[in-house]
Structure formats: structure tokens, C-alpha cells
């Protein structure tokens, strides 16, 4: 018999509303019964959810602990001085903002801390793996700053030497030619290890300030398993809900002399109230990721990538950048299919219960809507408790429906297995009621 789920572990509360709660409900069915496979995506701790839907989201808190503009904060700032003391410990940093609401949002508000209107940012291709705040000319950012870029060296096709990775040199040669105020380390699509060195060496070397955005693996730098960008960088932003396993939201900690600045920039110059039951969501992140355990689960995050990696490696994909050092893995799906695009493989796994992303490649002909490529992430199904050994099934499962495109058959005895599979790991084995 297949399991039914609750809507949440305050399931009753929501007798009124019988809408959402259905839909709750089916939310926490698809997370249950299908493959997590995005790469920013994770499975937080009940701790996690009960703060986020807490009675904190009722309170008006505009302004840092001390300093509000409302009353009755006393206890707010309280959880607000928690959380910002656990991120200063976590990250070993002079200072901590807990507020931002988004990875974009810290972002943007380092650049308005740091920067003048039409100052140049040095920062990743988007195509070879840059977020949209990079300078996308989608986003705000680039209509504010001038964005030049750097991205990865060309693939070789040898496996020794895969190519794929940051060219150093490229970023050394355009911050000599474009005397950029601002430096950014960090991607949204990309499996290697991002080194702060080399990029704290370069901006020295121009004069440039350095802001390593560590969205993606902020949990590894936590658990350790990354070296830290913090005292590196000027300054560090972060998602908390990536690999770190916190609520959907962002920070940043930066030296102390930036503090004051950056604290600004984010109240009042970007957001107004801060989002108190997600401030002590993140609290409970932090501390979690503080212990011993969260270690384990790090170095797990990354052997799990290099598992799944290697089984789709067998099963004839190519790794872009040759290989995954990080909960990533970015498969170029031309060596499997040449026909295959990203949009067709991301909806035909979808049909079978696996979740993922497709993505852009480096120097990818298609659009980034259609792409060549599938961002597959490790993060979620390791908080499940999978291990190599379901990496390496999963890696299985991908290749054959993707290879079962036109066989609704297939697709659905494959997505019979992934539900099979998934029982055996529920991440929310409360949320279970029969
Ligand atoms: N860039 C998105 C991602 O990594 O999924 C988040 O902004």
C-alpha cells in the first residue's frame, strides 16, 4: 500500500483551509516519493520547519537587535543576537548579517556596501556558471554596475586534463585591463573546488576588493570540507538553505570593517522588515551545522556527487570540468545523446520521479532555455540517509529513461522503482501516517 502524508506536523491547523492543506499534502507526497536531484535544494531538520512557521512571522522588527523601530522586540532580538552569534562562530567571522532574505539579496547589498553606481565587477561568465546577480543583463545588477567576466579554460577532451576550470590567468589578464573595484568568486553551476587564494592574489594585485559568494557550498565551507573564503574575502555572502540545510534565505559575514556598511546596505537600503521566524530558522541551522555530525554529512555530500558522477560517467555522460569535487555534478548530455537536450532530459526524468535542472554549458550552442546540460546536486539525498551505492542506482535510473524517451512503459515502471526507492529514505518520516 503506498503511504499517505500529512500536510505538515500542524496538520489540524489547517482544518480551515482545505486548499492549501491539499496541496501541502501533495507537496509532501512529491518530496517523499520522488528523487531530489537540484543542486541548491535540501531536506531541512523538523527543528528547521518549526521555526520558520513559528509565531515569530507575526512580529515587526525594522532595524538590528538595540536598534528597532518598533516595539515589543525584546525577544526578537534576542533569536536575531543567536543567530548572528552562531554564523560568527560557524564561519569564524568578525561579523554577521542574518537578514537577507535571498542569495540576490546579499549580493545586492554587498555591491550597494562596497560600490558607487557604474563601478566595474569582475565577475563569472554566466554562461560558463555565474548567478544571474553576476551581471546578467536581466538582472538589476548590471543596469547599476558594469560587469566584465572571466569564465572557465576550454574543454580538451583529455582526461587528465579536462579543462573546465577557472582560468586564472583570464582573471589576472582582465583585472590588469579593467581595474575592476570589485572582485566575485563563486558559481551557480560549477563542480570544482573554488579556491579564494588565487582571487584574494588578484585582487590585492589591482587594488580590487573580493566577494567570494559561497550560495552553493556554504554547508561544505561549514562542514569543513572546503577551505573557507572567510578573512579571505572582504566579504562572504551565502544562501542558508543549499548545502548548509537551513530555511530558504541568505547572510553574509564579513570583516569588521565592512560592518557597518553592509549592515545598512541591507536595512534600510535594500529590505524592510527582516523575516524573524527565518532568522530563527537560520539559528537552528547554524547550530546544527556546528556539530560534529554535520562534518560526516559534508564529506558525504561530496562522495555521494563523486558516486553518482562516476555511475554517469559509465553509463556514457560527460562530467563538464572532467569530474565534481563539490555536491555538483554537470553533465554535458551531448556524449550521451547528441540529439538530447537539456529541456527534453530535465521533463522526460521529471515523468519518472527524478528531480533536476537543466543547465547551460560552457560555451553551450543552445539557449539557456533549451541547454545541453543537466545540473545534478547530492545535497537533499544525502540528508536522506542514501548512500553510494543508491548514487550509483540513481545513476542507472537517469540513463535509462533517458534512454526510454518515447517508452511511456518504461517511464513508469522506472518511476515505480524511484518510489520503491525513496520509501526506504523518507525525509520526514513524521510526515508518514500510515
Ligand atoms: N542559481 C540558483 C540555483 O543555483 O539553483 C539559485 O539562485
Known amino acids: 500500500m503506498s503511504p499517505s502524508f500529512a500536510a505538515s506536523p500542524f496538520d489540524s491547523w489547517l482544518a480551515d483551509d482545505p486548499e492549501i492543506a491539499s496541496l501541502l499534502t501533495r507537496e509532501a507526497e512529491r518530496q517523499s516519493t520522488t528523487l531530489q536531484l537540484i543542486a541548491s535544494e535540501n531536506f531541512t531538520s523538523p527543528a528547521v520547519l518549526a521555526a520558520s512557521g513559528s509565531v515569530l512571522t507575526n512580529k515587526y522588527a525594522e532595524g538590528y537587535p538595540g536598534r528597532r523601530y518598533y516595539g515589543g522586540n525584546q525577544i526578537v532580538d534576542e533569536v536575531e543576537d543567536l543567530a548572528r552569534e552562531r554564523a560568527k562562530s560557524l564561519f569564524g567571522a568578525d561579523h554577521a548579517n542574518v537578514q537577507p532574505h535571498a542569495g540576490a539579496n546579499a549580493n545586492l547589498a554587498v555591491y550597494q556596501a562596497l560600490l558607487e553606481p557604474g563601478d566595474t565587477i569582475l565577475a563569472m ?68 573546488i573554488i579556491d579564494p587564494m588565487p582571487f584574494r592574489e588578484i585582487a590585492d594585485s589591482v587594488g580590487a576588493l573580493f566577494m567570494f559568494d559561497a550560495a552553493h557550498p556554504a554547508g561544505l565551507i561549514a562542514g569543513k570540507v572546503h577551505p573557507s573564503p572567510v578573512g579571505v574575502a572582504d566579504v562572504v555572502t551565502f544562501t542558508t538553505h543549499k548545502t548548509l540545510r537551513g530555511p530558504r534565505g541568505g547572510a553574509i559575514v564579513c570583516n569588521a570593517e565592512f560592518a557597518k556598511a553592509i549592515d545598512s546596505a541591507v536595512f534600510p537600503g535594500l529590505q524592510g522588515g527582516p523575516l524573524e521566524h527565518v532568522i530563527a530558522a537560520k539559528a537552528v541551522a547554524f547550530a546544527e551545522a556546528a556539530r560534529p555530525e554535520f562534518h560526516t554529512y559534508a564529506a558525504n555530500v561530496v562522495a555521494n556527487a563523486a558516486a553518482l558522477g562516476r555511475s554517469l560517467t559509465k553509463e556514457g555522460f560527460r562530467m563538464v570540468s572532467g569530474g565534481t569535487e563539490n555536491h555538483q555534478v554537470l553533465l554535458d548530455l551531448r556524449a550521451f545523446d547528441e540529439e538530447l537536450t537539456g529541456k527534453e532530459a530535465q521533463e522526460t526524468l521529471d515523468r519518472a520521479g527524478l528531480t533536476c535542472n537543466r ?61 520503491e526507492l525513496c520509501s526506504g529514505f523518507p525525509p520526514y518520516p513524521t510526515l508518514v501516517t500510515t
Open 359 to 419: 543547465n547551460t554549458i560552457p560555451d553551450d550552442p543552445r539557449s539557456p532555455f533549451v541547454t545541453s546540460g543537466l545540473r545534478l546536486g547530492s545535497a537533499a539525498l544525502t540528508t536522506t540517509g542514501m548512500g553510494e551505492a543508491e548514487m550509483q542506482l540513481v545513476g542507472e535510473l537517469i540513463s535509462r529513461t533517458l534512454r526510454s524517451r518515447q517508452d511511456d512503459a518504461e517511464l513508469g515502471a522506472i518511476r515505480a522503482e524511484v518510489r
Open 125 to 192: 561568465r554566466l554562461d560558463h556558471g555565474g548567478h544571474l546577480t553576476h551581471g546578467s543583463p536581466a538582472s538589476i545588477t548590471s543596469k547599476v554596475w558594469r560587469f566584465v567576466s572571466y569564465g572557465v579554460s576550454p574543454a580538451t577532451g583529455d582526461a587528465d586534463k579536462p579543462g573546465e576550470v577557472i582560468d586564472f590567468d583570464q582573471v589576472a589578464d582582465v583585472a590588469r585591463r579593467e581595474r575592476p573595484k570589485l572582485i566575485v568568486a563563486g558559481s551557480t553551476a560549477y563542480s570544482r
